[in-house]
């Protein structure tokens, strides 16, 4: 008789719920949990072919090894007795911040998995951990730092106008696209920000600009605000500094001047700024790409930062507004030598260092290349495929062949693995139990957790990525920092410390607020 196991999908930072139908250790269906606070049953396309996901023939199935441009299969003992050996030639030749390790954003929804590789480079002594957050949505996490201190999260749920920049929620959080769908129909105001013509744009008012314009129209808007003096005064007095020198900034961007930059009428844009400054309770939506990852991307994130902050829409409903992160037990090691970028970009080493001590990944292919300031000739990738997604991928492969150990670690054969010189098999999240229900709340303001549950017994060979870092960890010989056996020890451990203790969460499997 088939098992219904309510988890999580870990597949993007929404974490929806998943109703999981197990008979004799084999998946037979899954469906969106109703009763779940976030996607009330529905799937997006992933999720709707997670089956198809779990159970495809291009699984790397076992260990393997390159030899002579081909790859071999090995044993598990084998690849990690090989791996930690070379490691620790590399380590005394030529210190132990040769030792490189990646991963992609599943390193930001799989928890477990970032802790246990920032505590595996501790132990070795590297002050290398990147990921896709040098590159992407660190951008609008730092501004927001930078203008409050603290990354303030949209809650457009209670909203009564949103503005949709650069982002289209129907192709990624298609929760928020069915959510103001309902709200518009209930009397929210709308405004889409895009230089393509969205769906949503139907909804609402639509303003096409220009690529890369939307820092200028930012600025113009402010510009509106300050002139017509709609700016929220009190909230302005009480609590922000600055806004002398801000009304200064802003008087060179007239919405008549930056028509001519952005393409956009300087009637829409004054439109548009008015709106947005006379309701309370107004909410701006970044999308990731489309604003983060540009040369000014970093500006026109802090420009809506104080858009939000002008209006007084800070930590009021429908705003942006500050939520609790759930407090899980710090598995980090100390480790004195700071990563690439510390020198060069101080601010995003100082804000990015906590909650995770990222490098600044821009500088990793030029420092692998020229050997600078340092040989970095290990490279540990998990869960990431930078051979696509790094920026300028020749030069990236470029670099590559400067590493002296290459090792890939992923459920599927990918660009970056094709380059290492061994790939290792990681399980999926239906595979394994860890942290559920993104509890850092940073995509839809609400913090909330579960145990993502293990449904089925890893196929194959394939093995969770934590257990992966513990056991190269051991292999070099740092069994005390490395004990634990599995999947819920690690967790439990996790929990130790939380308000939220580990069996609670045993006892409410839909998860708690």
């Known amino acids: 008789m088939a098992q219904i196991i ?3 999908c870990g597949l993007c930072v929404n974490c929806c719920g998943l109703d999981v139908h197990v008979e004799d250790d084999r998946i037979i269906k899954i469906e969106g949990t109703k009763e779940h606070w976030l996607n009330a049953g529905s799937m997006c396309p992933k999720g709707e072919h997670l089956m198809d996901w779990v159970y495809s023939p291009n699984r790397l199935k076992y260990p393997m090894k390159k030899v002579n441009g081909r790859f071999q299969r090995i044993s598990w003992d084998q690849a990690m007795d090989e791996i930690a050996a070379r490691l620790n030639v590399l380590k005394e030749k030529y210190g132990s911040h040769t030792l490189m390790l990646w991963t992609g954003s599943v390193g930001v929804e799989h928890i477990e998995m970032s802790y246990f590789m920032q505590r595996f480079r501790g132990a070795f002594g590297s002050p290398h951990f990147y990921n896709a957050e040098g590159i992407c949505f660190r951008t609008r996490i730092l501004a927001r730092q930078m203008t ?3 990354c303030p999260a949209e809650e457009p749920r209670n909203s009564n106008l949103v503005i949709l920049w650069g982002n289209n929620p129907d192709a990624s959080y298609f929760m928020n696209g069915k959510m103001i769908r309902e709200r518009v129909a209930q009397g929210m105001k709308l405004v889409v920000i895009d230089p393509r013509r969205i769906p949503l744009a139907d909804h609402g008012i639509y303003l096409q ?3 890369g314009t939307d820092c200028a129209i930012a600025l113009a808007m402010m510009n509106v605000i300050i002139t017509e003096e709609l700016w929220d005064k ?46 309370d309770g107004s909410c701006i939506l970044e999308g990731v790409c489309s604003t983060n990852q540009q040369i000014n991307g970093l500006q026109t994130h802090r420009a809506n930062a104080i858009l939000q902050s002008i209006t007084g829409n800070v930590d009021v409903p429908g705003g942006w507004v500050t939520t609790p992160m759930l407090p899980l037990t710090d598995m980090r090691l100390p480790v004195e030598e700071k990563p690439l970028g510390a020198e060069e970009f101080p601010v ?9 001590p990222y490098g600044s990944s821009s500088l990793l292919t030029e420092a692998i290349i020229k050997e600078k300031p340092y040989p970095i000739k290990a490279f540990i990738n998990a869960g990431g495929n930078p051979a696509v997604t790094f920026p300028d991928t020749k030069r990236f492969m470029e670099a590559m062949k400067n590493i002296e150990l290459n090792v890939c670690i992923d459920p599927f054969m990918t660009e970056t693995g094709e380059l290492a010189d061994y790939v290792l098999p990681a399980c999926t999240f239906l595979e394994e139990t860890g942290v559920g229900g993104f509890p850092y709340c940073l995509s839809h303001c609400t913090p909330y957790v579960m145990l993502r549950k293990k449904c089925i017994e890893p196929l194959h060979e394939s093995k969770a990525v934590w257990w992966i870092y513990n056991e190269l960890g051991r292999k070099l010989g740092y069994e005390e920092y490395f004990p634990w056996k599995t999947d819920e020890e690690v967790v439990e451990y996790l929990f130790s410390k939380s308000v939220i203790p580990y069996q609670k969460l045993v006892d409410n499997p839909e998860g708690r607020l």
Do not use: C, M
């Open 6 to 8: 309510k988890t999580d």
């Open 148 to 150: 409050f201190g603290r």
């Open 209 to 211: 600009p220009r690529p």
């Open 234 to 279: 009190e909230f302005v007095d009480k609590w922000t500094s600055g806004f002398d020198k801000l009304t200064e900034h802003v008087k060179a961007y007239t919405p008549e001047q930056v028509e001519i930059i952005s393409g956009v009428p300087a009637a829409d844009i004054k439109n548009v700024a008015r709106l947005y400054a006379t309701t």
């Open 348 to 356: 995003f080493y100082q804000f990015g260092k906590r909650p995770a």
